[in-house]
């Protein structure tokens, strides 16, 4: 079964540090990737995917991923965090029961980043 | 600027009331999901639909709640009886299935609140 593990539940770093949220995956078959961020109150919000071709995904504010197969990650990062990234952040794998496609997106528990000025 | 909408945003209800929970897909988007969040469980999938049709609610208790899609342009979620463990922020969703992996995109949410 596909699943995804956000190990942490948060992450701590000071405004214009990088920072990572980290995200591993289990997967049979190819694996498409997503990272979505949740401000208080708000819905989720798509930031990225990977589905095939660079490593390295660049999505929306700033972010990217690392796809990484040999270690089963899709680590999030940001070269310099600000405080407004403080938020809920879900990685997410697309649903592939018994090797068959679907477009159900299986989350991971969630990361609280929480960034300091 | 496409959104998916809901409403209400906010409901308060005694145990034992008929809830129901109403969503807008993006135009053009053929499939729509209903999800569940809170603090405890984190974000569950209840219900997800393509091109109207119901293809899995195994995620929903099947006793008191129902999922509905009216129409291309109007999702039903509802909850007869509900109950205070209902309380929860319940989204909707709503994506393109067209042989590629595309992202859903979620609703504000509505908050439920079951005295």
């Known amino acids: 079964a596909q699943s995804v593990a956000q190990p942490e539940d948060q992450v701590n770093v000071a405004e214009g540090n990088p920072l990572t949220v980290k995200c591993t995956y289990s997967?049979?078959?190819?694996?498409?990737l997503f990272w979505y961020v949740q401000y208080p109150n708000r819905g989720l919000q798509f930031l990225l995917k990977y589905i095939t071709g660079d490593n390295l995904v660049k999505g929306s504010y700033g972010f990217e991923a690392e796809f990484n197969k040999s270690q089963t990650s899709f680590h999030l990062k940001k070269p310099s965090a600000l405080v407004s990234d403080s938020a809920l952040y879900f990685c997410a794998v697309r649903d592939a029961p018994y090797g068959g496609a679907t477009n159900k997106l299986i989350f991971g528990t969630g990361t609280l980043l929480a960034v300091q000025p | 600027d496409a959104r998916v909408t809901q409403t209400p945003r906010h409901k308060v209800t005694e145990m034992g009331q008929e809830v129901t929970m109403r969503c807008q897909p993006i135009?053009?988007?053929?499939?729509v999901f209903w999800y569940r969040q809170t603090m405890m469980q984190g974000l569950e999938l209840l219900a997800y639909f393509r091109n109207r049709a119901p293809l899995d609610d195994s995620g929903m208790p099947k006793d008191r709640f129902s999922a509905e899609m009216p129409d291309a342009t109007l999702a039903t979620l509802k909850i007869q009886p509900s109950e205070p463990r209902d309380s929860a922020v319940y989204f909707c969703a709503s994506g393109l299935a067209s042989g590629g992996v595309n992202e859903q995109y979620f609703g504000p949410g509505t908050r439920l609140t079951v005295t």
């Open positions: 135009l053009g988007h053929n499939t």
């Open positions: 997967v049979s078959g190819n694996p498409y």
